[in-house]
T-cell receptor, first 117, second 114 residues
Framework: GAGVSQSPSNKVTEKGKDVELRCDPI?????LYWYRQSLGQGLEFLIY????????KSGLPSDRFSAERTGGSVSTLTIQRTQQEDSAVYLC???????????????FGPGTRLTVL | AQSVTQLDSQVPVFEEAPVELRCNYS??????LFWYVQYPNQGLQLLLK??????LVKGINGFEAEFNKSQTSFHLRKPSVHISDTAEYFC????????????FGAGTRLFVKA
């Protein structure tokens, strides 16, 4: 079966432009996560979805960042008016959820490398 | 609130030597614990996980970790490392009742020298 896919793999944009990053999770995975990994840094949690709802948006760094998920599947992360500090690798992951709560193994996509000039 | 601390940002070690990568967490509720590995120019993948049961967990490539509830630790160990183990290792925690949010540590870069 297919793993998590992300597109585009690389995105170069100019400061001030909007960008959309796409994630296709593994079929049947109800939980979907977005993380940001800056050069030499760990994983910064951005947002997660349970189905189509996003109960925790606390990780979004500013109101320029938003995300949605439709049909319990594909998710889009949008960054408006990009800034140079937004340059990073954006990772998506999906997982099953355990009946008693909590997540199981997260399967990561290859990431989208965003460069803001 | 949950948090994860990886005490060492970088660990250099010679080939065939043992290694321990340290991870401590804080949580007011029971947790699931994970170690993920990111090889150079590759994506993140699961190394091992603790969900319940035996506190000693074995993963891929000869790695193991022990859940110590009293010390809130989940240290990763390997008795003899190879050059190919050079990678970034991330500890992560998810709670039973904390929704589905998973918190990752800052990562430990393991560098195996010949």
């Amino acid at each position: 079966g297919a793993g998590v896919s992300q597109s585009p793999s690389n995105k170069v944009t100019e400061k001030g432009k909007d960008v959309e990053l796409r994630c296709d999770p593994i079929s049947g995975h109800t939980a979907l996560y977005w993380y940001r990994q800056s050069l030499g840094q760990g994983l910064e949690f951005l947002i997660y979805f349970q189905g189509n709802s996003a109960p925790d948006k606390s990780g979004l760094p500013s109101d320029r960042f938003s995300a949605e998920r439709t049909g319990g599947s594909v998710s889009t992360l949008t960054i408006q008016r990009t800034q140079q500090e937004d340059s990073a690798v954006y990772l998506c992951a999906s997982s099953l959820v355990r009946s008693g709560g909590g997540t199981d193994t997260q399967y990561f996509g290859p990431g989208t490398r965003l460069t803001v000039l | 609130a949950q948090s994860v601390t990886q005490l060492d940002s970088q660990v250099p070690v010679f080939e065939e030597a043992p290694v321990e990568l340290r991870c401590n967490y804080s949580s007011s509720v029971s947790v699931y614990l994970f170690w993920y590995v990111q090889y150079p120019n590759q994506g993140l993948q699961l190394l091992l996980k603790y969900l319940s049961g035996s506190t000693l967990v074995k993963g891929i490539n000869g790695f193991e970790a022990e859940f110590n509830k009293s010390q809130t630790s989940f240290h990763l160990r390997k008795p003899s490392v190879h050059i190919s183990d050079t990678a970034e290792y991330f500890c992560a925690v998810s709670s039973y009742t904390g929704g589905f949010k998973t918190i990752f540590g800052a990562g430990t870069r393991l560098f195996v020298k010949a």
